[in-house]
């Protein structure tokens, strides 16, 4: 079975510009998650998709970053414009359902600079 | 709020030797508990979690972790380690009926030969 998947796994970027990160959770998880690592810091919640709808949006950071899953497959995460200070590690991950007692699987993560 | 905290951000270690990485937390209700492990170019894996029930946990690779709820502690500790341990792992919480993950800061694990 294949597991979380991101692409791309880097991407530099100058400030300004807009990137889009993609997720590919595991077939037959309706819960998708996206987390940011910023810095060397705390990994840290942004949102969390029930199919195609947002369940929790509350560690969003502002409206420069929109996430979408269309059809409730792929998830992407779009910055725009990217400023220096969303340098970071995004992450993905999948569960089967909601709660914490269905493990979420992390994918390896999106590596994004901000230049 | 939630909140944890490790307090080592590097700990280096001799393969073969204990070690115990740290992990205190801060909450106003209840939460389960866990541990992940970040190998190199991989995504986070699940070592262990504490859901309820005996407070100390086995997860895999041999790492244990004990729940503390009077020092709001949830340690984690492996007897002798080996240089394929070498990671980053990350202690996190999730209040009761919630989804999201607040996670330590991470502690990288360095054994050496």
């Known amino acids: 079975e294949a597991g979380v998947t991101q692409f791309p796994s880097h991407s530099v970027i100058e400030k300004g510009q807009t990137v889009t990160l993609r997720c590919d959770p595991i077939?037959?998880?309706?819960?998708l998650y996206w987390y940011r690592r910023v810095m060397g810091k705390e990994i840290k919640f942004l949102l969390h998709?029930?199919?195609?709808?947002?369940?929790?949006e509350s560690g969003m950071p502002n409206n420069r970053f929109l996430a979408e899953r269309t059809g409730g497959t792929y998830s992407t995460l779009k910055v725009q414009p990217a400023e220096l200070e969303d340098s970071g590690v995004y992450f993905c991950?999948?569960?089967?359902?909601?709660?914490?007692?269905?493990?979420?699987?992390f994918g390896p993560g999106t590596r994004l600079t901000v230049t | 709020a939630q909140s944890v905290t490790q307090l080592d951000s590097q700990v280096p270690v001799f393969e073969e030797a204990p070690v115990e990485l740290r992990c205190n937390y801060s909450?106003?209700?209840?939460?389960?508990l866990f541990w992940y492990v970040q190998y190199p170019n991989q995504g986070l894996q699940l070592l262990l979690k504490?859901?309820?029930?005996?407070?100390l946990v086995k997860g895999i690779n041999g790492f244990e972790a004990e729940f503390n709820k009077s020092q709001t502690s949830f340690h984690l500790r492996k007897p002798s380690v080996h240089i394929s341990d070498t990671a980053e792992y990350f202690c996190?919480?999730?209040?009761?009926?919630?989804?999201?993950?607040?996670f330590g800061s991470g502690t990288k694990l360095n054994v050496k030969p």
């Open positions: 991950a999948s569960s089967q359902d909601q709660g914490p007692l269905y493990e979420q699987y």
């Open positions: 077939s037959g998880h309706d819960n």
């Open positions: 998709f029930v199919k195609e709808s947002k369940q929790d």
């Open positions: 909450s106003s209700v209840s939460v389960y």
């Open positions: 504490y859901l309820s029930g005996s407070t």
């Open positions: 996190a919480v999730i209040r009761y009926n919630f989804n999201k993950f607040y």
